[in-house]
């Protein structure tokens, strides 16, 4: 799986150069190594086809050395999946161009499509259209557990008064929730910055004002209201770190609780841990490339 260890330096230097690094690349989820640079090592990258099907990995950073760092990290993750490597620089403005030409309109139902904010998208009669520029935060839509949470969010959505967003990143199920009619909405991220990029998003798609965003760490909010939703797409350690908090959020007569982020490699440890908890059960279960999420209730619940 592909997670990277460590942290790259990030300078901000007045240069109008970037250094482009690109790599071939033999992986399945390459959505997941696009988010993860993006969100945990604010880098942009994009992953590009050629007409041979091979794919390059293609990495943008204004510093030097910053891009060899990125180098040995990828190498460190899995020496046989990147190879080919080239280093180039650039002017600035192309990076942003390359990397947003490959970012595309994604429907995630009939009703609910996330489209880049930069793309002019024909909505049609029936269609809510969530319009998202990611920056530097996770929630483009792309990634599966993303994906997952949008599909129950919608499904729920009518019979749904509240939800909380516990990790909003670019704020993406958030705003959902908001344009799927849902009243009230609380979004929160440890990363300050997370949340300027969410509150500018919820501003874009005209819901600002029907979501409150708090920052910081869901253990150090003091929150008192139960929630009919919570969505929480963290990683399996961080939901059973905030597992205590994550269920003061929840009204036990009803509240549905969908925890996204759990690698399918997770799962031989995940699952009986979650099934210890004997008061909430597992009532649903969504599969998808290297990725599991789960809904709970309450046990004597129905749904
Ligand atoms: C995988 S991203 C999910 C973003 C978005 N909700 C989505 O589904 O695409 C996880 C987000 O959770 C935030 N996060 C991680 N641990 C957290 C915590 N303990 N409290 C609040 N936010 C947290 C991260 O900063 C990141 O933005």
Known sequence: MFRLKGNVIHKNPKSD????????????????????LS??????????????????????SKNKSEALKVKSLL????????????????????????????????????????SPSWIKYQKKAQEKVIRIDPEMAFGTGHHATTRMCLEWLEKLAPSSKSVCDVGCGSGILAISAAKLGIKNV??????????????KNA???????????????????????????????????????NWKELKTLANPQKTLLILAGIEKSQQVWF?????????????????????????????????
């Open 75 to 114: 190498l460190e993750l899995n020496k046989h999946s990147f190879s080919n490597f080239r280093m180039i620089s650039l002017p600035q403005s192309h990076w942003a161009t390359r990397w947003k030409k490959g970012l595309k309109v994604l429907r995630i139902s009939r009703n609910l499509v996330v």
């Open 271 to 303: 699952e009986p841990w979650l099934e210890k908890e004997r008061k909430w059960i597992i009532i649903d279960r969504k599969k998808e490339s290297d990725w599991i999420g789960y809904m709970l209730k309450r046990e004597k619940l129905e749904t």
């Open 186 to 199: 609380l979004a929160l991220d440890i990363d300050p910055e997370a949340i300027k990029i969410a509150r």
């Open 17 to 36: 150069t970037v250094f482009q690094l690109s790599c071939r690349i033999q992986i399945n989820d390459s959505d997941y190594l696009l988010e993860e």
């Open 39 to 60: 969100s945990q090592h604010n880098l942009k990258a994009a992953v590009e086809e050629k007409p041979d099907h091979s794919k390059f990995l293609i990495i943008y």
């Open 203 to 241: 501003r874009l798609n005209g819901v600002l004002p029907k979501i409150r965003f708090l920052t910081g760490p869901l253990k150090e909010q003091k929150i008192k209201k139960h929630y009919d939703i919570i969505l929480a797409n963290l990683t399996a350690q961080d939901l059973q770190k």
